[in-house]
């Protein structure tokens, strides 16, 4: 690899590769030492093609989510099944491996612009900025970049764009899947908005089970089924469907609802 060798956005993969290393190293004891990750079927990342896969997921922070998502696959690819065990996964990281967030939260701080370094592809919401409720049309060169990402290699997407539970999956998300045909892999995630603050920076809990599954890929006829069939499924894929209301304890949602009313602006 070039010293100077540029991915399809202009990022030099050579920076990226140690800040990966870098901010995989500085976080590796977020999930395996203050709290731990529980993961399920990352076996299946290892038969997966090198570019043309969608991942899709329910979101519970702004960066801690991700994050973990980049320990998970890269200690899968390197042989380590549902383990993160021994941080040496991360001298050699995938680098095609990319995440849609919105453009307001990946420049909000230095953290953030580091982090979306190491793969953002920032999209503005076309529901909501800076607190307040919008309606605007999706821009074409946001969904032009996410088909970009996914020519070159993965994408990791939180279809509902928000880390508020159970709330509406994003026909964008749809649209892609069907535009685009990618090989969807749903995740589900837990244990996230208990072990962090909402940016998923500070810790504020330990010895909190954290939990990663990754599920088979989703069976989706591209060519008949309809965006709202998409949408049902996804929901259904990453459980944020309605019917799993009724398997979370009602204390849990009217904790999360209290914490809901004391946010001044969401992702």
Do not use: C
Not at 57 to 73: G, I, L, P
Not at 189 to 195: M, P
Not at 198 to 209: A, D, F, H, M, P
Not at 235 to 264: C, D, G, M, T, W
């Amino acid at each position: 690899m070039g010293l100077f060798k540029r991915n399809p956005f202009g990022h030099i993969l050579f920076l990226k590769k140690w800040l990966i290393r870098i901010m995989g190293t500085m976080t590796h004891r977020r999930y395996r030492g203050f709290n731990e990750l529980q993961i399920e079927g990352s076996e299946i990342f290892k038969d997966l093609p090198e570019n043309g896969v969608l991942f899709v997921s329910n979101h519970q922070t702004y960066f801690a989510d991700v994050v973990a998502m980049f320990h998970v696959f890269n200690a899968s690819l390197s042989g380590r099944t549902d383990s993160i065990k021994n941080v040496g996964y991360l001298w050699q990281p995938k680098l095609n491996l990319y995440y849609v967030a919105a453009k307001e939260t990946m420049q909000a701080g230095l953290l953030a612009r580091i982090l979306a370094y190491a793969g953002a592809i920032t999209v503005e919401r076309t529901w909501r900025e800076k607190g307040k409720e919008v309606n605007r049309q999706v821009k074409m060169s946001d969904i032009t970049n996410i088909s970009r990402a996914l020519e070159d290699g993965w994408v990791i997407t939180f279809p509902q764009g928000t880390t508020k539970p159970f709330k509406p999956i994003r026909k964008g998300t749809a649209h892609i899947i069907r535009q685009y045909k990618p090989i969807v892999i749903p995740i589900v995630i837990d244990g996230f908005r208990r072990s962090f603050d909402k940016k998923g920076v500070v810790i504020k809990k330990k010895g909190i089970l954290q939990s990663m599954v990754i599920k088979p890929p989703l069976d989706v006829d591209y060519e008949n089924d309809s965006i709202d069939d998409i949408v049902e499924k996804l929901e259904y894929a990453i459980e944020q469907h309605p019917s799993f209301l009724k398997v979370i304890p009602q204390e849990e949602l009217e904790a999360e609802e209290e914490l809901n009313k004391k946010r001044q602006w969401e992702y």
